[in-house]
């Protein structure tokens, strides 16, 4: 319509060209340069989402991409995306759950796209791109801090603790990061808590920018154009408010442009950090920061009165009183209880954290502005959170929207957490994440259940975003064979026992005729201690190196370790079943034991199981089985990794043929083909790759 536009917009610059769509036939095409120059083998899958990844970049929107393993899935959303931001001067943010994929993006595909982009001249310039990691503010070593607790080490430290400090002021004098998984072994959390770059007294205002870690990597990610960061810090950051003010454009920067790989597992780490965490150790590490009784140190020490630590004393009492009452009401007979009405528990420490919250407000007014006053500011913020918290719990104040319970964990199952999550995930993944005018790539090799992507468009709020499905390149029906065990007693208390001898049989035959490593996969961490206990000494008769989830190292450090010795068994539940990538015959076999059905007793799924049935649905059908085909899918994906990769998948849950939904399951496995076998026939039927 003419006449509409006004003169400020007709004087605006028009936006520069999107050169990605162009570019994108340029690179993956049959002669493109990956293959004419890099000498890489043409895939038309990852043509086909390198285009669509371009495409979605260019119209700022969301889009869904399933890309099984092979298809190269980096390279082709890295590529458009690294010429779209610097096209654009907008900044690419890469978020991944696992390390592992985090170190395979920064330290083999960033430069391969370098090398992309030195080939050819039309794209010298993308080569100069710069990309960061983006780790959370509290694993930083912050020298302003560090400085302030060495000059008041008498004030803040008991004696034992004045050797911790002088450890960590050694190392931070040659330490190029300042992350603290750098020292080993890692300093204990009294001391790192007063050093660490988490607070407000590291600051730009209050640190030097060129000796400041955190300062430093925060210039760091402001100037690159690749910026990575795992799922967990992502949401963190959206669930404190980072994403910025509704209507801004971006998701965690201003006007970035978003991956999400592994995107399979978004809507479950969203659940865990769109809610309520509040743990005894953590509120009592908290106040104990501020006074600690015993050492009698802490910040209050140097900068209170004695009314102040009592106020400090007396909170942390009330707080073990307050949870040592939740742990015997509510946990003795179980580890997870679900909270349903108020009155759990008396609100005795909300008089105390009141208290406390006002002492330290006077505080920190009567300092002139600068770092002290900042840091006791902050601390009085933090106790308010709790505080509001607490109130939240106890009042289960959005009953409506989220579940609530009480939970012990660590090691020593001693630690009481209250916890929240929302019912529902998608409205806040569509507000915080879908909804920002900004391209969000939501991508994995397992989003689909039986072909359908809707469940996962429906789960993370996008049911009408652009999707597609580009199925693996590799050779499945020549390189993996699938053998499942139709005589394992089907899951039942009554047969729990021969079950585990069944499946412990079963482990034992299969680890000891199959050369390379094995993969073991449970679902169940007692059952894998319990045929751990009897299989590892089987295991080194035969020299065959054991490692188990849990025990000694890392799932990263496990992983690696699998992968040097070559002939290795491990055994893992959960996390193990999805990013574990070990190519070769250090990994050329899979057993599952069970179907990685998740605990339909978990508040979570409890409560989502009764909103489903509310609006007519079957909670089976439409959440735990989607759920479970897809980590499935993730467990035998562990095996073939590369086109070379070759090994067998064994099923030890005979509910794949014995029940109706079991056919769904063998519908994922690539090439749909396996070989049953029982106990009596398995010494001719089944046939490993040697």
């Known amino acids: 319509m003419i006449g509409l536009q006004n003169e400020h917009e007709r004087l605006l610059p028009p936006p520069p060209p999107a050169n990605a769509p162009r570019l994108a036939t340029r690179i993956f095409a049959a002669d493109g340069l990956l293959t004419d120059r890099l000498k890489l083998e043409h895939r038309p899958q990852q043509e086909a989402m390198a285009h669509a990844v371009a495409a979605a970049m260019r119209d700022d929107v969301p889009l869904l991409f399933e890309a099984g393993t092979g298809v190269g899935k980096s390279l082709a959303?890295?590529?458009?995306?690294?010429?779209?931001?610097?096209?654009?001067?907008?900044?690419?943010?890469?978020?991944?759950?696992?390390?592992?994929?985090?170190?395979?993006?920064?330290?083999?595909?960033?430069?391969?796209?370098?090398?992309?982009?030195?080939?050819?001249?039309?794209?010298?310039?993308?080569?100069?791109?710069?990309?960061?990691?983006?780790?959370?503010?509290?694993?930083?070593?912050?020298?302003?801090?560090?400085?302030?607790?060495?000059?008041?080490?008498?004030?803040?430290?008991?004696?034992?603790?004045?050797?911790?400090?002088?450890?960590?002021?050694?190392?931070?004098?040659?330490?190029?990061?300042?992350?603290?998984?750098?020292?080993?072994?890692?300093?204990?959390?009294?001391?790192?808590?007063?050093?660490?770059?988490?607070?407000?007294?590291?600051?730009?205002?209050?640190?030097?920018?060129?000796?400041?870690?955190y300062q430093r990597a925060r210039a760091r990610v402001r100037s690159a154009q690749v910026v990575i960061v795992n799922h967990?810090?992502?949401?963190?950051?959206?669930?404190?408010?980072?994403?910025?003010?509704?209507?801004?454009?971006?998701?965690?920067?201003?006007?970035?442009?978003?991956?999400?790989?592994?995107?399979?597992t978004v809507p479950d780490v969203a659940t865990d950090h769109f809610g309520l965490h509040l743990s005894s150790i953590g509120?009592?590490?908290?106040?104990?920061?501020?006074?600690?009784?015993?050492?009698?140190?802490g910040l209050l020490a140097k900068h209170g009165d004695p009314a102040d630590r009592m106020l400090a004393a007396d909170a942390l009492e009330s707080a073990r009183q307050f949870f040592a009452f939740v742990d015997e009401r509510l946990l003795t007979k179980q580890s997870v209880v679900r909270v349903r009405e108020t009155g759990v528990a008396e609100p005795c420490l909300d008089a105390p954290l009141g208290a406390l919250h006002l002492a330290l407000k006077r505080r920190a007014d009567r300092f002139e502005d600068g770092r002290e006053r900042d840091e006791l500011q902050q601390q009085a913020d933090q106790i308010k959170a709790c505080q509001a918290g607490l109130r939240e719990f106890l009042a289960l104040a959005d009953a409506t929207n989220s579940v609530y319970w009480a939970e012990r964990s660590g090691r020593r199952q001693s630690i009481v957490?209250?916890?929240?999550?929302?019912?529902?995930?998608?409205?806040?993944?569509?507000?915080?994440?879908?909804?920002?005018?900004?391209?969000?790539?939501?991508?994995?090799?397992?989003?689909?259940?039986?072909?359908?992507?809707?469940?996962?468009?429906?789960?993370?709020?996008?049911?009408?975003?652009r999707a597609a499905v580009e199925a693996s390149p590799f050779d499945f029906a020549r390189n993996m064979r699938v053998y499942v065990a139709t005589d394992v007693p089907l899951p039942s208390p009554q047969e729990a026992k021969l079950a585990?001898?069944?499946?412990?049989?079963?482990?034992?035959?299969?680890?000891q005729r199959t050369a390379g490593g094995s993969l073991v996969l449970f679902t169940s961490y007692a059952d894998m201690k319990a045929v751990a206990a009897t299989l590892e000494p089987v295991f080194a008769s035969i020299r065959r190196p054991f490692f188990m989830q849990g025990r000694d190292w890392s799932r990263t450090e496990l992983t690696r370790r699998l992968q040097s010795v070559g002939n290795g068994v491990l055994f893992g539940t959960d996390s193990f079943w999805t990013g574990i990538d070990v190519p070769g015959d250090a990994l050329a076999q899979v057993i599952i034991t069970r179907l990685p059905f998740e605990v339909p007793t978990h508040p979570i799924l409890e409560?989502?199981?009764?909103?489903?049935?509310?609006?007519?649905?079957?909670?089976?059908?439409?959440?735990?089985?989607?759920?479970?085909?897809?980590?499935?899918?993730?467990?035998?994906?562990?095996?073939?990794?590369?086109?070379?990769?070759?090994?067998?998948?064994?099923?030890?849950?005979s509910r794949v043929t014995h029940k109706a939904y079991g056919r769904?399951?063998?519908?994922?496995?690539?090439?749909?083909?396996?070989?049953?076998?029982?106990?009596?026939?398995?010494?001719?039927?089944?046939?490993?790759?040697?």
């Open 607 to 653: 409560a989502r199981a009764e909103r489903c049935r509310e609006n007519g649905g079957n909670p089976f059908n439409e959440l735990t089985l989607p759920d479970a085909l897809i980590r499935f899918r993730q467990g035998v994906g562990r095996l073939i990794r590369t086109a070379q990769d070759r090994g067998v998948v064994t099923i030890l849950d």
């Open 283 to 297: 509120v009592e590490r908290m106040l104990r920061h501020l006074y600690n009784p015993k050492s009698r140190k």
């Open 77 to 213: 959303y890295l590529l458009p995306g690294i010429i779209h931001a610097i096209d654009q001067s907008r900044q690419l943010v890469v978020s991944t759950h696992t390390i592992a994929l985090q170190e395979q993006l920064e330290q083999k595909d960033l430069p391969l796209c370098r090398q992309v982009f030195a080939s050819a001249p039309e794209l010298d310039p993308y080569t100069r791109f710069k990309s960061a990691v983006l780790v959370g503010k509290a694993n930083y070593l912050c020298p302003t801090r560090l400085a302030a607790a060495l000059r008041d080490k008498h004030e803040l430290f008991a004696t034992p603790e004045h050797s911790e400090l002088q450890r960590v002021a050694a190392w931070a004098a040659t330490s190029k990061e300042g992350l603290r998984h750098e020292l080993v072994p890692p300093p204990g959390p009294e001391v790192w808590d007063l050093v660490s770059a988490d607070s407000a007294g590291c600051s730009r205002k209050h640190c030097d920018g060129e000796r400041c870690f």
């Open 417 to 465: 957490v209250l916890r929240s999550a929302p019912i529902e995930v998608a409205p806040l993944l569509r507000e915080n994440l879908l909804r920002r005018d900004t391209a969000v790539v939501l991508t994995s090799a397992t989003l689909t259940v039986s072909g359908d992507i809707q469940p996962f468009a429906s789960r993370v709020g996008a049911p009408d975003a």
């Open 232 to 264: 967990s810090l992502l949401f963190t950051l959206l669930g404190a408010g980072a994403g910025g003010a509704a209507g801004s454009r971006g998701v965690l920067l201003a006007d970035d442009l978003v991956v999400l790989d592994e995107a399979h």
């Open 500 to 511: 585990l001898d069944v499946l412990t049989d079963y482990i034992g035959f299969c680890t």
């Open 664 to 690: 769904m399951f063998l519908k994922c496995l690539p090439g749909d083909r396996h070989t049953p076998i029982t106990r009596s026939d398995r010494e001719a039927k089944f046939q490993p790759f040697m």
